[in-house]
Every structure is written in C-alpha cells, then in structure tokens.
C-alpha cells in the first residue's frame, strides 16, 4: 500500500500550535518543552512530531524543505488571527 503526503493545505487544517512549536524549535535550535514538563506534555509533543516526520516536515533531526514551507504559513496563519483580534478590539476602542 502506497501513501502520499499531504498538500500544504491539508497540513495546515490538521495543524495545531505543537506542531508550530516544534517546527520553530527546529529551526532555532531551542528545546520545545521545559526539563519539568508534566508527562501529557511529553505525549502530545511526541504525537505532533510523529505527525511531522509522517508528512516529511522533518528528516534526520533536520527541518526539510516541506517543513520550512509549512512553518511559514504556520506562522502567517497566526499573524493573521492576531491582525483580525487587534483590528475587531480597535474599532470596537474606537466606537466608544
């Protein structure tokens, strides 16, 4: 049985902030989770990374090409939810 990889907008609906997490975490070098992390930590970050070496977001420790595509809209995504927050509280500011 043959399995493909998901588009990049599959991805991003299945994606969540652990999977960015990690992403970013392999990218800058900086450990995901805390030395005292409690135990559903340590599971949730290890079902969001398999999940990303399932996509071929990451290979050998190392962020590929499809995982740095994927942190980027990852992270365009959560700019825009903050610009429609911040936007949605300033006019409701300036109504007053």
């Not at 800058?28 to 989770?33: E, I, R, W």
């Not at 995982?67 to 509280?89: D, F, P």
């Amino acid at each position: 049985m043959t399995t493909t990889s998901p588009s990049l907008a599959q991805m991003l609906n299945r994606a969540n902030e652990a999977h960015r997490g990690i992403l970013t975490a392999y990218e800058t070098g900086v450990p995901y989770l805390r030395d005292n992390a409690y135990a559903s930590e340590y599971r949730g970050a290890r079902t969001a990374l398999d999940t990303l070496l399932r996509w071929g977001c990451v290979e050998n420790s190392q962020l590929t090409e499809r995982g740095r595509e994927l942190l980027t809209a990852l992270n365009c995504r959560a700019l825009e939810r903050i610009a429609t927050y911040w936007s949605a509280h300033t006019e409701r500011d300036d109504q007053r």
